[in-house]
């Protein structure tokens, strides 16, 4: 039977985990009307994603929420590297400070632990605060597009279906998307063989804030804080002796299979347990992320091991990029060909993580001796080595916060000024504003803008203003200089916070309307 069907919006967003939420709290920000559907019957209860990395939280301080996450989350103070002894216990071999690792190149310069369940409850209740309703118990059964639109049927459970039509869709419906597939995109990659576990636990001698990575000659674990009500997670390998390739998924494991090696080996006793589960990890990246009028986001795009905790962070990134050119597509603000920088952008990031991680993968798990010996000698000799000077900490940061996410090749990036090109993530400047206590306050308004730090001449003010491009002038300081920028180059800022345009010399305004105007871009409505 078929139900009535609610009034038409111009994009539907398929999945509502933690990369759907974001798009349409993206979406919903810039008034852009949208329903978005998961076949769940609620929010996630079990999380496997546990870090909010430090551009998320940039992304989240533009929509003016950034500091209810730091608020709920734990800071990860320091990462301890533990070695085990011939006797079946631990010791510690390293301790790396991860407090302020990223001082001077965020304003959130930490680690924090925030789980994706809790993650994904705020969120929801985000865009409850906005009068959105995730429509739960919804499932996309198919659709087609042409040039007027999509053409979808979704299923509300066993209510009925409903046909509507939709200006783009959005598949963010994970590992098994229903949207890829229907694209027939190819998901090329593969599973590692390795069985892993994930338990929830207390621990007994109170809570730890600090990551703990524990090394031993044919196993690892990690253990590092969850909840802030005192809940720690625990990931590792599963010993071979317990669980091969073959017979995992026919002999079920539970954590009392492995307390004994997995306490031995972190050196805690488990006090009690919340939740445990076995997994594979994944390596997969789609063919395209975009078909026509329909997009796939997050884990229905790309899929990758949990070395450096990128999953969902890039998730909510792919969401951050589509969500600000849809806007603008919709309302009449740039061309339609806005919307193909999209996969350019994303997935090059995208098969770029998949390949470094599961190269450090491969390496931190490999069987025998070769194994053994990147785990206990390269490892932490190069822990040791790229944390102890300031420049190492500096670039494991970039990598891991993903600050250092560039859009060099993307059609909307031009120029350089200093060491900074079009492309590159604004780099941050505490301080010295004259319109905002750093210079990232500006980007709240999630328009296009112009930085310029230094000073700004009367002929620019005129051309930004004839553009109706806010400008925003920053002292000039050591901070400025130190972060790469230019004395008095221009910087045109896309919403997302990345450098569009980079222009020092004569005709600055030229340059701008030029920039516009190639791209059929018009900054304000």
């Known amino acids: 039977m078929s139900v009535e069907s609610t009034p038409p ?36 209860e079990q999380s496997r994603a546990m870090v909010v990395q430090a551009r998320t939280l940039e992304f989240y301080r533009q929509f003016g929420l950034a500091g209810q996450v730091v608020d709920a989350g734990v ?25 302020d690792m990223g001082k001077g190149q965020s304003p959130y310069p930490f680690l924090l632990a925030y789980p994706q369940d809790d993650h994904e409850r705020w969120l929801v209740g985000q865009l409850q605060g906005m009068g959105v309703t995730v429509e739960w118990n919804t499932r996309l059964q198919g659709f087609s597009q042409d040039d007027e639109g999509v053409h979808a049927r979704l299923v509300h459970g066993d209510v009925g279906s409903e046909a509507l039509q939709v200006g783009y869709l959005c598949g963010c419906d994970g590992v098994h998307s229903v949207v890829r597939e229907a694209l027939g995109l190819d998901f090329a990659g593969g599973t590692y063989k390795q069985l892993y576990y994930v338990a929830d636990v207390t621990i007994e001698g109170g809570f730890q804030r600090d990551l703990f990575f524990n090394l031993g000659r044919n196993t690892l674990a990690l253990m590092l804080p969850v909840r802030s009500r005192g809940v720690q997670r625990l990931i590792g390998l599963v010993p071979p002796s317990l669980a091969s390739a073959e017979d995992a998924e026919t002999t079920p494991i539970d954590f009392e299979d492995i307390r004994a090696q997995v306490e031995a080996l ?32 997050g884990d229905a795009g790309h899929v990758h091991s949990p070395a450096g905790a990128q999953g969902m962070n890039t998730g909510i990134g792919d969401a951050i990029n589509l969500g600000w050119k849809l806007a603008q597509v919709l309302d009449g603000r740039a061309d339609a060909r806005l919307l193909d920088s999209y996969e350019s952008e994303r997935i090059a990031f995208a098969r770029q993580l998949v390949a470094s991680t599961d190269a450090a993968f491969k390496r931190v798990v490999a069987g025998g001796g070769a194994g053994a010996l990147v785990r206990r000698v390269l490892l932490p000799l190069a822990l040791k080595l790229g944390t102890r000077w300031e420049r190492g900490r ?27 090109s079009g492309g590159d993530r604004l780099p941050w400047v505490a301080g010295g504003g004259t319109s905002a206590e750093d210079n990232f306050g500006p980007l709240a308004s999630l328009e296009w803008q112009v930085h310029v730090y230094g000073r700004a001449d009367t002929e620019l003010a005129a051309g930004c203003a004839a553009l109706r491009l806010p400008l925003h002038v920053f002292a000039w300081n050591e901070a400025a200089d130190r972060a790469g920028l230019a004395r008095d180059a221009v910087y045109l800022i896309r919403p997302d916070g990345h450098v569009a345009l980079a222009a020092e010399g004569e005709n600055l305004p030229g340059q701008l309307s030029g920039y516009a105007r190639a791209r059929g871009l018009r900054f304000a409505g």
């Open 75 to 99: 800071k990860v103070h320091a990462a301890h590297l533990r070695e085990a002894r011939p006797d079946g216990g631990s010791e510690q071999v390293l301790r790396v400070d991860f407090a």
């Open 266 to 297: 972190v050196g805690v006793k488990v006090d009690q347990l919340n939740w445990f589960s076995t997994y594979r990890v994944h390596h997969r990246v789609a063919g395209h992320f975009r078909r026509g009028r329909a997009f796939v986001l």
């Open 394 to 420: 500096e670039v494991l940061f970039r990598t891991l916060s993903q600050i250092g996410i560039h859009y060099g090749d993307s059609l909307l990036s031009q120029g350089r000024a200093g060491r900074v």
């Open 9 to 44: 919006a111009p994009v539907l967003i398929v999945g509502a985990g933690p990369t759907g939420l974001a798009l349409a709290l993206s979406l919903a920000r810039r008034q852009v009307a949208f329903r978005i559907v998961d076949a769940a019957r609620g929010p996630g």
